[in-house]
T-cell receptor, first 111, second 111 residues
């Protein structure tokens, strides 16, 4: 029933590890996004995919690599995790420029 | 580069009061403007979307206005309730469906 879902909800890991966050939407949308919300609660876009093609790639380190196996999924893989990567990561989807629907977020803590 | 600012950063009002949240943006070349609500530890919920050609949108006790030429939007909440307590985020959509978020207004409605 959930429109945009993310797994896991919480992720605690050591510096230097590699981790992935998964996102799925069942709304039939053609565009999916990843956002990062830092400790000051500021939300900033990281990536956007339209029909499995990357259309927005903000100034994000190469350690972050999004992967879209199909229109309903957009996963985020992070290599060599650093302390500064600790944040809440939100996935969202929309039909082109219409209302974006957000997932519940994944709280990543890097120790 | 688009910048979105929200004033005030925090607001506390007694139940039943009407209130106005403000949002301003620097680049008027937007496709639409959205107001979101975020509860602590939760994702974002879209409240209202105003297309660039529209002046306002209403949903229940919420009314959002848009003055694109001056780069301003307001969210009016009528007869506030404790359940309205949350952080309210304004976001504008630019090219490639890119959402730029404001800094948020943390609202507390007291009994």
């Amino acid at each position: 029933d959930t429109a945009v879902s993310q797994t896991p909800k919480y992720l605690v890991t050591q510096m230097g590890n590699d981790k992935s966050i998964k996102c799925e939407q069942n709304l039939g949308h053609d565009t999916m996004y990843w956002y990062k919300q830092d400790s000051k609660k500021f939300l900033k876009i990281m990536f956007s995919y339209n029909n499995k093609e990357l259309i927005i790639n903000e100034t994000v380190p190469n350690r972050f690599s999004p992967k879209s196996p199909d229109k309903a999924h957009l996963n985020l893989h992070i290599n060599s995790l650093e302390l500064g990567d600790s944040a809440v990561y939100f996935c969202a989807s929309s039909h082109e420029g219409d209302t974006q629907y957000f997932g519940p977020g994944t709280r990543l803590t890097v120790l | 580069k688009q910048e979105v600012t929200q004033i005030p950063a925090a607001l506390s009002v007694p139940e039943g009061e009407n209130l106005v949240l403000n949002c301003s943006f620097t680049d008027s070349a937007i496709y639409n403007l959205q107001w979101f609500r975020q509860d602590p530890g939760k994702g974002l919920t879209s409240l209202l979307l105003i297309q660039s050609s529209q002046r306002e949108q209403t949903s229940g006790r919420l009314n959002a206005s848009l003055d694109k030429s001056s780069g301003r939007s307001t969210l009016y909440i009528a007869a506030s309730q404790p359940g309205d307590s949350a952080t309210y985020l304004c976001a504008v959509t630019g090219t490639a469906s890119k959402l730029t978020f404001g800094t948020g207004t943390r609202l507390q409605v007291t009994l």
